[in-house]
Every structure is written in structure tokens, then in C-alpha cells.
Nanobody, 127 residues
Framework: QVHLEESGGGLVQAGDSLRLSCVASGRAFTRLALVWFRQAPGKERQFVAGIHRRPDYTEYAASVKGRFTASRDNGKNTVYLQMNSLTPEDTAVYYC????????????????????WGQGTQVTVSA
């Protein structure tokens, strides 16, 4: 089991930027694919972005592509989500999830694919 802890959420205005962090422990970090999901009030949790154990392999939801960037620092056991040009539609609780993965596996984007989750961090974007 992987322990994950997110940080970096907050209240910002539309057009602002925010960087989320997620520190992982309990499993070899370099073997992990790490992803970000978000859940807005009354909505289902949805995939936002992911980064493979191969750091050149990333995936993004269409709604955030070009605005959000996932990155990882293996030396700090940390994955980041840089969020630029935020809009009120980005308001949600953001969750980090992790999965031990082989090099040839794709980045999985379903909630059911992950059993290791952080507690979430709230991002609120005002108009």
C-alpha cells in the first residue's frame, strides 16, 4: 500500500495559477504511475492528469490539456500538478492516486484502477 499526502490547494481567482504536490511513501516511488483526479460537488470523481514511471509519458483530460502539467521528482518522492489559467470550472477537491506499474503499461484513468489515494486538497477558483 502507498501512503499519499496532497498539499497546495487554496482559494484563487480566475486566471491564477496553483501548484499541487503529493508526497508518496511505502512503496518504491520509481515504480509508481501517479495520477490526479478531481471531484466537484455533486459530480463523480474524474481523471485530470497522470505521469508514468517513465516521466516523459503523461496523459491529460481534454479539459485541462495545455493548462495543467504533471511532473515528478523521484528524489523527493513527489508528484506535482502545475495548474495555470484556472477557471471556476476547475473548482474541486483534487486527489492524488498511485499504482505500481510496469514500463509497458498505459496510464490508467478510471477511479477503479487505483487503490491508493490521498485525502484530497480543495481548490476553489473564484470568478
Amino acid at each position: 500500500q502507498v501512503h499519499l499526502e496532497e498539499s497546495g490547494g487554496g482559494l484563487v481567482q480566475a486566471g491564477d495559477s496553483l501548484r499541487l504536490s503529493c508526497v508518496a511513501s511505502g512503496r518504491a516511488f520509481t515504480r509508481l504511475a501517479l495520477v490526479w483526479f478531481r471531484q466537484a460537488p455533486g459530480k463523480e470523481r474524474q481523471f485530470v492528469a497522470g505521469i508514468h514511471r517513465r516521466p516523459d509519458y503523461t496523459e491529460y483530460a481534454a479539459s485541462v490539456k495545455g493548462r495543467f502539467t504533471a511532473s515528478r521528482d523521484n528524489g523527493k518522492n513527489t508528484v506535482y500538478l502545475q495548474m495555470n489559467s484556472l477557471t471556476p470550472e476547475d473548482t474541486a477537491v483534487y486527489y492524488c492516486a498511485a499504482k505500481d506499474t510496469i514500463l509497458t503499461a498505459p496510464i490508467l484513468t478510471a477511479v477503479s484502477d487505483y487503490s491508493s489515494w490521498g485525502q484530497g486538497t480543495q481548490v476553489t477558483v473564484s470568478a
